[in-house]
Each structure stands twice: as C-alpha cells, then as structure tokens.
C-alpha cells in the first residue's frame, strides 16, 4: 500500500517540486492519486477512466485500495466480474507500490506531472473520454494556449525520400509558427523534431515509456533539445518500461493532442497507421504524403489515401489547408483594428520579440504595446515567453 | 456543293469499301452524311449535334446546304443568331468539299467509317449527348461486345517511373482481357500501348487528327502494330490535321470510351488532366497513380488525388476495383450452371482457341461447345475472332 493514500501530507512531499502550483488538500490528493494511477494501470484502460471520472481519483484509488469490487461496478456502471477483473488489474501494482520511486525520479530530472484543469493541460486530450490520459509526466513545457498543432509521423525504416519530406514540411511548418508533435522513433518522427528545431520552432515528442528514459537510446541528444523549448510526454511514470502495448496508446495520445495527423511514408502494416486510424476515430484531419508506387515505404500512405480518405499531402501549405489554418491574419471587428493591425505587422511568427522592440517597430507606445499584447495574448494570437512576444498563426 | 448531297449512288460510291454493312439507300445517305458532317464541324460542336439529332445528318446537311437558319435554329432548339452562326462555320467547308477526298483516303488506306447503330459503335461515347462523336474513322477494328475498357492515359515528359507503372499496370490489365485507349503519344500513352501489345492484349488509339495520319511520326509503327489487333480511332476524317483544338476534344472520346480513366503521370497543368475531367463530368470513375511529391511529372496526380476525388492507383488489381471486375466468375442462375462453368474453364482470357481446343479441353460435344460458346457470347462473356474464342472477364 502506498503511503500517501491515507497522509496528506506524504502526497504534499511527494509533489513537491513536480507540480507548479499552490494547492489545497484536495487538488494535492487529486493530482497525488492521478500520478499513482498512472503506474497502476496501463494506458487507456476504459475502466479507470470511468472510475475517476465517476468518484475522483484520489476516491477510485480509495476503493481499490478497499478491494471493492461492488462499489467499483456501481461507481464505474460496468458489471461486477468485470470490476473485479480490473481491480486484480490494478492492485498488484498498487501493493507493490512503484509510484513513490516515480515521483522521486521525476522530481530529480526536472519532470512535471500535469493533470485536467492545469493551465498547460493540452485539453484535445480529453476527446478520448474514459481512453484518455489521467496525468501526463511533462520533461520541458507545453503552451498555455491552443496552438496550431500537427502530428508529423512514419516509419522508421524511412528512405531518404521520406526524411527529406519530412524535413521539408516539418521545418515549413514550424518555421510559420505551426508546432509538430511526434514519436521520437528513428526515421521520420526523428527528422519531423529535427528540422523543427533546426527551423528554430516548437516540437513535442510522445513516449511509451517514461520520460526520464531516453527512447530510442540514441535519440537521447534530440530529446534533450526538444525539452529546452517543447515537452517530451508520456502518460506513464517515471521508470516505466516502453512496451508495445504502450507504443499502440502513445499513438492515440499523438493523434489526440494534435489538430491533424500527417503520415510520411508508412509500411503497409506500419504503426504510423494506427495513429491514422486513432486521428480518423475522433475526427481528426488525416493526410498522407504519397511516394513511387514502387516503393514499400509508401504503401501505408497509399492505403490511407485509398481507404482512409485521407489528404494527398505534398506541400506544407497542404498541411496548412489540413490545419483549417489561414495565412492572412483577417483584421478584427472593433475599433482597435487598426493598432492590432500595426502590432502584429511588428510581430514575427518565427523570432521572439521584446516589448521595446515591438514599441520601436510599430511606433506606438511600450503601454500602448503592453495593452495590444495582452489582448492579442487573450485572443490566443501571440505568444509570451523568456525571450519576448512571438505570433501565432490564426485559425480560420 | 458535295455532289453526293443530292446523288445516292455517288454517296454508295464513295462508301464502297469504307462500310462494311449492305445498306439501304437511307442508310447509305445517313452514313454518307455522318462521313461529310465530320469534316466540316469540329470535335464536340453541340449545334451540329443537335442538329443532327433532330433532323438525321441527311437533313441536317440539307438544311447547311440551304443556308436555312430558321429552320436550323427550329431544328435544333437553338436562336437565330446561334444558327447563323452555325452555319458561318460550317457553310465554308460544305462549299469545299474535302470530303469526297477524304472517303477516298479512308478506301485506300484502309480506314472504316462507323456510325451509332453498327455493331462494333462504341455506345459508351453516347454518353457525351449532342457533344458526341458522329461518326468514327476506324482502322483495326472495334469489338462488337462491351468489353472492360480502361483509359491509361499521362504526360508526354514522363519519368522511366511513371513510364514503368503504365506498362506493368497496362501489360497486366490487357493480359486480363482489359481493353487499353490511350492518345498514341510519347511518354505514358506510348507505354501503356506497347505494354498491352506485348502481353498479347488488345489495345486502341484515339488520335485527334486522321487516322491515315500517324501521329506523333514517330510512332507509326505502334500505331500500326495497334491496327492489327485493335483500332485507332478519330472523329475526323483522312487528311484532317491534329490541331490543339482536336487534341483536347481527343479526350473527351477517350474518356467517354472507357469505363475508367487512370492517369499514370502528369504535370500541373498537363493535358492529362481535361482527360480526367471529362471522365469526372462524366461520372466514370477516376485513379490516379501517385508518385514522389518532390517530382513534377506526378504534381497533376497528386492534385486529381486532392481535388478531383480520383482513386490512389497502386496496381492493377486497384484499376480492376476500379472497373467493378469481378476475378472470380460467378456461375449464373440457371441450369446451364455446370456446362457453362465447364466451357468458362476451357477458355481463356488471353489467348484465342478453337472450338476443337475448346471441346477437347472441356470433354463437351462440339456440337454443345458451339451452343455454349454461342450463349457466352450473346451474354457478352465470350469473344469471337479470327483465331477463335477467348474469355471476357466479365464484371460485377
């Protein structure tokens, strides 16, 4: 049994330094019980998101904690056997007690864990219902705004075509203020972050296993520069293994937190095809980069385009199409059209810009600047970080 | 004035060896005045289809010869303006009479003149209503049953890529018992032509000029290879030349005379496409065979893959989807069931045999391989021709 389940104020020590916030005892047992969730069930098991959703976690921990099969089944609206199959789920992991470790190791490596509610909870998520991830474990940030956001993924026996594809779009599209999430694979998941980054924009990278294990190994470096300016993700703890079984539910988490998913090259039977398959579930966009017929890399895009109904993708302003996106930022309807109209034109979607050079730029002054910001910001049209004030590109 | 205008036996004369049929003399003048009509109206002039199909070619040229236009504008539906118009067009050619020249080139060079009514009439190009061909100049020859028909069609500056799809998509197809239109030109057109040749498949060619004219000169030999097993094909008589306007109206025939259309390469703006779209308008189904997004020669692909809802073309099993075929043939209801699927086995789909071979093979009467062959033939599931019988892979 876990200590904290029953102590305030372990769970407060537990979180110490892996939550921002202040917290009540409430939000401590909440965001406490959804990280040991985390390591107790595997990802997308329907049960407990039933269960937490019905009782809160810190409650759904309480009744397993009890052994409660009845109580699960009327909390959770499933049958008693099948309350009782998942709790002999989830109670080995429970007794075994992993997730103090995980807390540990997350505070020592800089890892955040981030629950519903938090200002940086990527709410596309929340479209898996009961599938969805009870807790993300956050190396680096993700926005506090909704941005543009699409999943650039493929195999990882990609050809030379393929990379360069991905590159292509990946840095086009990064470069314009779009951000590009993906799964850190060798291939094209690998060639997606980096030209993001070397564009000098945004990318997120989803893992199957733990953030503070480097997956792929050799991708250690690339991980590292991701969490600098984006977030390396999981939803299970720290120490966790990367089975397959969490590679198939990272995939949904890669389709669900972005707007649209594009495949680069894709086997025939390529998992790259099941993040489609997750992304055309909840309605996502779907494209496809298509290739030489003769090459086997691109049978899994063709198929998409076959079966999938997906986008014939072969530009980044194809992406752009997919992602509802229009370049001409339309002025407003009110009478601050015009200042807006000069704040942006002194904004950049690509480098951060101070206030001052903001002021400097589009002549008015740094109050008047500081007002414009700050709308543009609650309009979810700028950015604010370290370096300054950033663009974002709009949705139609 | 054309002399056979008001002169049966001069028009009987002029059709001698150019028809095949023993006619009446309506029919002699209604054919006659198809031939004659096709020199002096362009490809897909709808007032002269109108016309036409109002008053009978025989009429309608009548009524050109009078320089009529109330009554063509009464015959045809059409404003005065309209007709007079019309008639500006056509008067000229009337009064010069390339015709008679040009039903002499078709005797000595070979050519046959078909009307809708004959047995090898393409009725699918019915389709295009009063834009429809009004006679076609054949050499080769049709088939007389409707046989899975499939337009492989492309960019004259093709890849060895895209020039390698279209025969491996054409030589299995035509080795299937699919029929190959194409336009004869360099490139993809050329290739899916030589393709089906080569795998003992029949193939056709739809020219925009005459077909005593081979064009592009340099491929005169395919297009003769072509004649001796399949037909080449156009709307305008012997002597006419492949202007640009012919080139486009070219394939709206090749669209409408095809149960699909698959475009194997073509550039942004290639003529590839108005094919594609005339197959859209249509309703025929479209594919498209993609190819890398870094290679202009596939960009029109890629876009019919987008705009024009075209299927993703990977291999020929995807065009025989395409063309609703059906591999397996399924027995029909009656109780000629087992003799019938006897005889089917017999035959085969790419090469001819004898009704001696095809008795032999399936231990039936010759007698009784006749009656069958013949009801396979009247179901359109059989093909007769010099060297005997062969299998039409029938569809769903």
């Excluded at 309350?83 to 890892?111: H, I």
């Excluded at 509802?324 to 009110?334: H, K, R, T």
């Excluded at 480098?351 to 700050?374: F, M």
């Excluded at 950015?383 to 949705?395: K, N």
Aim: aromatic share 4%.
């Amino acid at each position: 049994m876990n200590p904290p389940l029953h102590d305030p104020d372990a769970a407060r020590t537990a979180l110490q330094g892996v939550v921002e916030a202040d917290l009540d005892n409430d939000q401590v047992a909440d965001r406490h019980a959804r990280g040991v969730w985390s390591g107790i069930c595997e990802p997308g098991d329907g049960d407990a998101g039933l269960l937490v959703a019905a009782v809160g976690a810190a409650g759904a921990l309480r009744l397993v904690a009890a052994d409660d099969a009845p109580a699960v089944a009327a909390a959770a609206a499933i049958d008693r056997d099948r309350a009782r199959e998942a709790l002999e789920r989830w109670r080995p992991r429970l007794a075994s007690g992993p997730s103090a470790a995980g807390f540990d190791t997350a505070r020592r490596v800089g890892v955040r864990l981030i629950v519903p509610g938090d200002a940086t909870w990527p709410t596309r998520v929340d479209d898996l219902g009961p599938h969805g991830p009870l807790c993300l474990w956050v190396r680096g940030r993700l926005p506090e705004h909704p941005v543009p956001t699409v999943a650039i993924v493929g195999a990882r026996a990609a050809t030379s075509y393929g990379e360069h594809v991905a590159m292509e779009l990946s840095a086009e599209l990064a470069a314009t203020g779009v951000r590009i999430v993906s799964g850190a694979a060798y291939g094209i998941d690998g060639a997606a972050h980096r030209a993001a980054l070397n564009a000098g924009g945004l990318t997120d990278a989803l893992l199957a296993g733990g953030v503070d294990r480097p997956y792929p190994a050799g991708h250690e470096d690339l991980l590292g520069r991701i969490t600098r300016t984006g977030a390396v993700i999981s939803e299970v703890p720290c120490g966790a293994a990367p089975t397959k079984w969490r590679f198939l539910s990272r995939n949904r988490i890669i389709a669900a937190i972005s707007d649209a998913t594009v495949v680069v090259e894709a086997g025939w039977r390529s998992g790259s095809l099941n993040t489609a398959a997750h992304a055309a579930s909840l309605g996502r966009p779907l494209g496809a980069v298509p290739g030489p017929v003769t090459s086997p890399a691109s049978a899994g895009c063709h198929r998409m385009l076959r079966d999938f109904d997906a986008r014939c993708i072969t530009r980044s302003a194809d992406v752009r199409e997919l992602l509802g996106l229009d370049d001409d930022l339309l002025p407003g309807a009110d009478g601050w059209v015009d200042e807006a109209t000069a704040l942006r034109d002194a904004l950049s979607t690509r480098s951060w810009r101070t206030v001052d050079d903001v002021a400097r730029r589009c002549g008015q002054s740094i109050a008047h600047v500081e007002r414009g910001l700050g709308l543009l910001l609650l309009d979810g049209r700028a950015q604010h970080g370290p370096a300054g004030w950033r663009l974002i590109v709009t949705r139609r």
